[in-house]
């Protein structure tokens, strides 16, 4: 493993395929406890576990904005960490016992917990995932210095993400084919993240290898940290990120809503939403292949107007066709990864920028931007469809009767939310400053800088 780290720092380009993967692996518990945070757990504590379905969406909403605040935070804390393993993979570890609690009590809540429970634990899962999620994506930002190759390392990642969703997705297929229930399917997705947590953090942790920080740890405060939105580029992926994650937090919270109550497949929505992001995976190399030829903000200009064409078409899928609403789907999730894994490798790139210009390598800080925003989107989403549903007065158990009031509030607002966002994320990324020219401009900058002041360092 050394000697792939020896090898990536003398080529500045290949990254060996092992230390991908080792980085990777977190993806896929991480991706298991994120998706049913926004899917599986909300309807399920409206429905099984009896809380009234505005409650359950303010609280998801209130508890992601409380946890902002703690992004920073760790952020700020990675950052100034010098340790024998590096900066990032300590707090990957640390986050081991925290998600694994969480998880537990999470998952396992019987009917009648409280919105107290709910939002105790709650909160407290969610502060595990930012430390397991941040110090992982940072850790990844330091394997290459190259722009391309960027990409090929958040990728990786990404991929690990669907595949991690995939897997927990088919545990309450696999338990409801043997007889189980529907809660059982949810407590299966804690037992997964619960035993798969440890076991992909350390892997990650111990033969990722992290690179060493490209500058000495310096204490950032409040006016370092508004430095950041100086940068246009920042500002706009930023903006981007939010947009883009609150578009994909409306798919995710309303697909099953939307499949069962609109649609009619009843239990057959959560096979939609397989195939869904399995389409995803398969489609990722074709926004890194177009990213290669343009550039990473190009592809995610394509991606962004290729939802917006798309999602409307669902809605024109079949009722009682399963086949052709699997093709549809299949169509419709092409760009369910690109998002996600190409404004985090273009983060990668901001950090070029910042380094230059402030002299602080400060992955940490920009990750737990980078973090929030994707969890704000992702709050917002869920608080505002769920009040949504609520005022259309939709009913959210399984099979219930609702409205045509209702159905078309749902309609609405899971077909038309994500067209509005990937046209306004789309608009936002014209003008994107930082491409492979600028980004090699930026690394020839600061490696000439650094020859100085080691040059001024002998001198002295």
């Not at 804690?190 to 060493?212: R, Y």
């Not at 990750?367 to 609520?390: D, E, I, P, Q």
Request: net charge positive; charged share 15%.
């Amino acid at each position: 493993m050394a000697a792939d780290v020896e090898k990536s720092n003398k080529t500045g380009s290949k990254v060996a395929l092992s230390r991908i993967l080792a980085f990777s692996a977190p993806s896929l518990p991480l991706a298991a406890l994120g998706l049913p945070l926004v899917v599986q757990l909300p309807p399920h504590y409206a429905g099984y576990i009896g809380l009234e379905i505005g409650v359950v969406g303010v609280l998801f909403m209130l508890a992601r904005i409380l946890d902002i605040g703690v992004d920073v935070t760790i952020g700020l804390a990675m950052d100034q960490t010098r340790t024998r393993i590096g900066r990032f993979s300590p707090w990957l570890v640390m986050s081991i016992p925290v998600i694994m609690v969480g998880s537990y009590f999470l998952f396992m809540a019987k009917p009648g917990a409280d919105a107290a429970y709910l939002g105790f634990w709650l909160f407290f899962t969610y502060v595990g995932f930012s430390m397991g999620s941040l110090s992982q994506m940072s850790l990844g930002a330091t394997l290459s210095d190259n722009y391309h190759e960027r990409s090929r390392v958040f990728v990786f990642w990404q991929a690990g993400n669907v595949l991690g969703m995939l897997m927990v997705l088919m545990i309450p297929v696999l338990i409801h084919s043997g007889g189980g229930s529907a809660a059982s399917g949810v407590q299966g997705m804690g037992w997964f993240i619960v035993i798969l947590m440890p076991l992909t953090a350390l892997l990650a942790a111990f033969f990722a290898k992290e690179e060493s920080p490209k500058a000495s740890a310096k204490k950032t405060n409040l006016k370092d940290i508004i430095s950041l939105f100086k940068s246009d580029a920042c500002r706009r992926l930023l903006l981007c990120d939010l947009l883009l994650m609150f578009g994909s937090g409306v798919t995710g919270g309303l697909f099953l809503f939307y499949f069962d109550a609109v649609k009619g497949y009843g239990g057959l929505a959560a096979a939609l939403l397989l195939i869904y992001f399995i389409a995803g995976l398969i489609g990722a190399p074709l926004w890194t292949l177009i990213a290669r030829r343009w550039g990473k903000h190009v592809s995610l200009i394509c991606a962004c107007l290729y939802a917006a064409v798309s999602q409307p078409l669902i809605m024109y899928l079949p009722e009682n066709n399963f086949v052709a609403a699997a093709i549809g789907m299949s169509v419709a999730g092409i760009v369910y990864t690109a998002g996600a894994y190409l404004l985090r490798a273009m983060m990668a790139d901001i950090g070029d920028e910042d380094l230059l210009q402030t002299g602080q390598d400060r992955t940490g800080l920009l990750y737990a931007f980078v973090t929030l925003t994707g969890k704000a989107g992702y709050a917002l989403a869920v608080g505002v469809t769920y009040v949504g549903l609520g005022l259309f007065g939709f009913n959210s158990k399984l099979g219930a009767e609702n409205t045509p009031e209702a159905l078309a509030g749902l309609t609405l607002l899971f077909l038309g939310l994500p067209v509005v966002v990937n046209l306004l994320g789309a608009l936002l990324l014209l003008k994107y400053p930082i491409d492979a020219k600028r980004t090699a401009e930026l690394q020839a900058a600061i490696a000439a800088k650094r020859s100085l002041d080691e040059e001024a360092s002998l001198r002295g």
